[in-house]
């Protein structure tokens, strides 16, 4: 995008990433839909979206269907034993290089055990933004360590935003009213869409939390077997949703499922869609305030201690077995001390379950 096609330039990238790890939401979809918006505007922001998410979205349907079927028909599930613990692996590793690159305070490390802590103990879906925004709110108090800058006419236009919060509360309201399992679906996947900063691994816990512990859609066999297969694949991790969307549709055949997929999808990137259009605005000027700047310390400590608990979490279910103790670790290791594509290890954990 910058050397080949100078699309933009290196600072102009580096800018758009950082503000899309700020923001709820995909931070990798983010980054690409805003360059299409930069290029295009709208129309080749979703387009380029569309692109971008389809392949994998396509890719984890595809595996809930075969899953599904492999369920009905009573066969074994045995040659996934190795990929559940594998899923765990990666999760520890997210947590462990989140925690190193963006909590390198004090306050963000009592931050970030604070919400290992509560959201290990407190499964309840609304304990998360709660977490993220005490803790924004607490960092955000020592605005006056940050250096001030000269500030220019802040122009907001709310479009975008206004549109945002509208779908989150008709679909709120229309789940509530109809009851309807795609609506619910959806309403569930947009409030989290909207909620999640950090990218794909602070969705871990939020959807275990919200559609494993307290919905029941899926055991945590089947959640752990999904997050290890979309390690396997190109595209973003948010697609994941697509393999929980469909299980959760399994009773109403193979349109349910494609069905279920298609609205969590939906209601997983439109959110950081609308919100990185919103901000893309006016951010240059935004940027410039200390307490906005002060606030991030607090969210993404929050969100790295997440992530941790997400990781505890997903070790319940396990039997804790030195073999499967054995392959969490050895996962992890591989990926922090090896150059082995996630894919890879993957395949190998598919391969190991069905010959043995």
Not at 68 to 76: A, F, R, V
Request: aromatic share 12%; charged share 15%.
């Amino acid at each position: 995008m910058v050397e080949k096609r100078r699309y933009l330039s290196e600072k102009d990238l580096m800018e758009l990433y950082a503000l899309c790890q700020i923001l709820p939401g995909p931070s990798s979809t983010q980054t690409i839909t805003g360059i299409g918006y930069r290029i295009g505007g709208p129309k080749l922001a979703f387009l380029t979206l569309l692109v971008w998410m389809l392949p994998a979205v396509s890719l984890m349907t595809i595996a809930a269907i075969i899953l599904s079927n492999i369920q009905e028909k009573d066969l074994s599930l045995e040659f996934t034993r190795f990929i559940q613990p594998m899923a765990v692996g990666f999760v520890f590793y997210a947590a462990y290089t989140l925690s190193v690159k963006v909590v390198n305070t004090r306050s963000g490390i009592i931050i970030m055990v604070i919400a290992t802590i509560v959201s290990f103990l407190i499964r309840k879906p609304f304990i998360y933004p709660l977490l993220l925004l005490l803790a924004g709110v607490v960092t955000a108090l020592k605005y006056r360590k940050h250096p001030r800058e000269e500030k220019g006419k802040l122009s907001v236009r709310w479009g975008n935003l206004t549109l945002w919060i509208s779908i989150l509360v008709v679909a709120a309201i229309t789940a509530g009213i109809t009851q309807a399992i795609p609506a619910r679906i959806f309403e569930n996947f947009y409030r989290n869409g909207s909620l999640i900063f950090g990218g794909g691994q602070v969705l871990i816990p939020l959807l275990y939390t919200e559609f494993v512990n307290f919905k029941a859609y899926l055991t945590s066999e089947e959640f752990l077997t999904g997050y290890a297969l979309v390690q396997a694949i190109p595209g973003p991790v948010f697609s994941f949703s697509a393999f929980i969307g469909s299980l959760a549709m399994r009773d109403y055949g193979v349109g349910g499922e494609v069905i279920g997929a298609f609205m969590a999808s939906l209601g997983i990137f439109l959110p950081g869609t609308f919100l990185i259009f919103f901000m893309l605005r006016f951010w240059d000027s935004l940027k410039k305030y200390r307490v906005i700047k002060a606030s991030l310390e607090g969210i993404v400590a929050a969100s790295a201690g997440m992530v941790i608990a997400a990781a505890l979490l997903l070790l319940e279910p396990i039997e804790l077995s030195y073999l499967n103790i054995s392959i969490v670790v050895g996962t992890a290791l591989l990926l922090q001390f090896t150059k082995v594509p996630a894919p890879i290890i993957i395949l190998v954990g598919l391969t190991l379950g069905i010959l043995l």
